[in-house]
């Protein structure tokens, strides 16, 4: 008999996200739907105000990618408004927001998705002598790397053990069978998942000195930006360039190899496709190499079923949302300038699961051409593969010659955490062009940083972008000098789609299928895929919340 897990909270993401499964006999899921269980929606909010208060406050909409969604509102205003920030300002947002991509990505890898990969508790067995054999096979400098240092982390995780507050590391499916890596290889990522606190801190450092501050900068303006003191000090620059120097040896000795090191380990799961979901794919373009926004380094473009001999362009006009099984008013899938946010709940089942052919997910459901696409970091490295980027082509061939694997394990749950950290390499290499670009305008007695612009009486605009999570879209409608209307149509709410009106799954259900979990008590399978998308549940609704008190409930039925 079909037997059904719930999950909620899933931990270690932004917000609230309840995944339910069903498993045959063989521990197999069969189906699945995914719900996100609390909304407040700040669309609503804005709706008649000045389009310039916008920004600041889409970007509360989350605390993790705060930068992103003032960006892409600013982006929308700048569409509205008919006007283009100067170069200068185009090259400090990009450093700004490659430094947002770096700190995120690498906290997601270590903090947020690495215990679905690592077992900490093996770590304390390890042998640090061969640890450091082990760690010199994928990095001529490790970071970090010492029988010393090694034995150091062992005593601090055997204290945690030993105390039985195991803090971060609690309620984690130790001992499960599907870990599979060696105690020294465990060791070496949990000593980088400690340093990578610190490295963190660096990366926020560096969006404050041209942000003003982090979390939340606030230095943009429509037309351009506003820290112009910031940009034309020469021992500001050096802070960011400094940092960047840090963050990029880190992603070179830490995270790539550690990246290499679990990929053999779990090249298995990953050559059978474990955690492909709908291989459809979508990107925006992202950072933008030139005024015009003709050339950007992060790609522009479609692939559908997993294609990639025929990448697509993108047609903006078949982006849509869906409400059939989200929790809003409304019976049809809408444009984003057309969309609408009414809320309308209809609660759980009497025996409190979803409702899975009716609604159940404060979730909206975004479709291409009708149908359900995935975005995020693998749909950009699978994009510019296909599409033969100069940069991204070989990365990615370097990567699978290095492994020895084919292009296909790209489609699954490693492949999409794989993604992640080859595009950390490539923003990381790149942001260097940034600086001197910015450092030659400078000197060649170019100084702009805003073009003179004013809101308009009627009219409307969008700010597509990409953003760590995936593509990032916001319209905004003018009338009468106010919003008329404002959409948000964001990375997670992609990927945490609920059902689209033709029943299709969204791409987080559509990837558990077909999973076969170890031990149906402890789900660590389904936790790693939904991980790997780097789910944030504020962002896909848009919420703010006051508090931050939250009661935790976890079920396995
Ligand atoms: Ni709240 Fe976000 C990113 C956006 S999420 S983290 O990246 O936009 O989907
Ligand atoms: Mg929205």
């Not at 990578?196 to 930006?225: D, E």
């Not at 500001?236 to 679990?262: C, G, H, M, S, V």
Request: with cysteine; glycine share 8%.
């Amino acid at each position: 008999m079909a037997q059904r897990i719930v999950i909620d909270p899933i931990t270690r993401i932004e917000g609230h996200l309840r995944i339910e499964v069903e498993l045959d006999d063989t521990n197999t899921v069969k189906d699945a739907w995914s719900s996100i269980t609390l909304w407040r929606g700040i669309e609503t909010i804005l709706k008649g105000r000045d389009p310039r208060d916008a920004p600041l406050m889409v970007q509360r909409f989350c605390g993790v990618c705060t930068y992103v969604h003032y960006e892409a509102s600013i982006l929308a205003l700048e569409d509205a408004f008919g006007v283009r920030p100067p170069a200068n300002a185009r090259l400090v947002r990009n450093l700004i927001h490659a430094a947002l991509y770096m700190t995120d990505h690498i906290m997601h890898f270590y903090h947020l998705h690495g215990l679905d990969w690592v077992d900490i508790t093996k770590a304390i067995s390890a042998d640090p002598a061969k640890a450091v054999e082990l760690a010199k096979q994928y990095s001529d400098n490790p970071y970090n790397c010492s029988e010393t240092h090694y034995r150091a982390v062992q005593k601090r995780l055997a204290k945690y053990v030993e105390s039985g507050r195991l803090g971060p590391f609690a309620n984690a499916y130790w001992g499960n069978p599907s870990y599979k890596l060696s105690p020294e290889a465990n060791l070496i990522i949990v000593s980088h998942y400690l340093d990578a606190l610190q490295v963190s801190k660096t990366g926020a450092q560096m969006m404050a000195i041209f942000g003003g501050k982090n979390p939340h900068p606030q230095t943009l303006v429509a037309g351009g930006i506003t820290s112009v003191m910031d940009m034309l000090d020469a021992h500001r620059i050096a802070e960011y360039q400094f940092r960047l120097n840090e963050l990029k040896r880190f992603i070179d000795t830490a995270y790539l190899p550690d990246l290499l090191l679990a990929a053999g380990a779990y090249k298995d799961e990953g050559l059978a496709g474990v955690g492909a979901g709908v291989k459809n794919y979508i990107c925006y373009g992202g950072f933008p190499l030139d005024d015009q926004w003709n050339k950007t380094l992060l790609p522009k473009g479609v692939i559908v079923g997993g294609d990639i001999s025929k990448p697509l362009p993108l047609d903006e006009a078949k982006i849509t949302e869906d409400v059939t099984h989200s929790w809003y008013k409304g019976d049809k899938p809408a444009h984003p300038y057309d969309g609408s946010t009414e809320p309308e709940y209809t609660g759980l089942d009497a025996n409190g699961y979803v409702k899975g052919n009716e609604k159940y997910s404060w979730c909206k459901g975004p479709c291409y051409d009708g149908k359900p696409f995935e975005v995020g970091p693998l749909a950009r490295m699978v994009l510019g593969y296909a599409q033969g980027d100069e940069r991204i082509k070989p990365l990615v061939e370097d990567t699978l010659k290095a492994t020895g694997l084919p292009a296909t394990v790209l489609f699954s749950t490693l492949g999409r955490t794989a993604a992640r950290g080859l595009e950390t390499k490539l923003i990381a290499d790149y942001t260097q062009n940034w600086i001197n670009e910015l450092v030659a305008n400078i000197k060649a007695g170019d100084t702009r940083t805003w073009t003179r612009c004013d809101v308009p009486k009627s009219g409307k605009g969008r700010g597509m972008v990409e953003v760590p999570r995936g593509a990032l879209g916001h319209w905004v409608v003018i009338e009468d000098h106010v919003i008329a209307n404002y959409q948000a149509v964001v990375p997670s709410t992609w990927n945490c789609a609920p059902r689209n009106q033709d029943g299709m799954r969204g791409p987080y259900e559509e990837s558990l299928i077909g999973t076969k979990l170890a031990n149906p008590e402890q789900p660590l399978e389904i936790l790693r895929t939904i991980h790997s998308f780097d789910p944030c549940m504020a962002c896909a609704v848009h919420i703010m919340r006051p508090g931050s008190d939250e009661i935790m409930h976890f079920r396995v039925v």
